[in-house]
């Protein structure tokens, strides 16, 4: 972990009701010192939306990308958004879009379009016909700009879509053609 991570970088942990050891194995990663903060969250389990309320409350740095516990970051993949981010990003876009892997490497449905350089949402997967997962970075004044995801008693599922649509009727988001996540 140590030897992976950007020391700019924050790692915030939304620990959403889980029964295994998550806390004790976070305190021992906490009790390294890397250079870089590891911030630990615990939550009731309510589902993905939830524990991304949580996170986007508690985050303070530009940008923020969510990584489910099952997932993994390229060793330079943290690198490679920030400095993509430097050269290419403004307070114009809402933030970035990059590739998902599957574990072996082989991209998740369709590349980004080569032909342009930012879009919204729904015209990428809409009129430029991209498919499959991809890794959204946002700004995290915009994610944090319109309402979180809405919660109710005994519903876990709430598509993340909802607020990203909101964001897209306002920004564009950057198109990064590089895997920054393996699913």
């Not at 889980?18 to 004790?24: I, L, M, V, Y």
């Not at 489910?68 to 920030?82: F, G, N, R």
Request: charged share 25%; net charge negative.
């Amino acid at each position: 972990l140590c030897e992976q991570t950007n020391k700019n970088f924050i790692w915030l942990i939304v620990d959403d009701g889980s029964t295994d050891n998550t806390k004790e194995l976070v305190n021992e990663w906490q009790s390294v010192d890397c250079g870089f903060q590891i911030q630990y969250f615990y939550k009731q389990n309510g589902g993905m939306h939830t524990a991304h309320n949580m996170a986007y409350k508690n985050t303070y740095t530009e940008l923020n990308v969510c990584i489910d516990s099952d997932d993994a970051m390229p060793s330079d993949a943290v690198e490679k958004i920030l400095k993509f981010w430097e050269r290419n990003g403004s307070d114009k876009v809402a933030g970035i879009i990059a590739l998902d892997a599957d574990m072996s490497g082989k991209v998740l449905g369709t590349i980004l379009p080569n032909n342009i350089t930012q879009t919204t949402t729904a015209k990428l997967y809409g009129k430029f016909g991209v498919k499959g997962d991809k890794k959204f970075i946002y700004r995290t004044d915009i994610i944090n700009s319109v309402p979180e995801y809405p919660e109710f008693n005994g519903e876990k599922i709430v598509p993340l879509g909802y607020k990203y649509n909101l964001i897209a009727k306002d920004y564009e988001m950057l198109l990064m053609n590089e895997i920054v996540c393996f699913i």
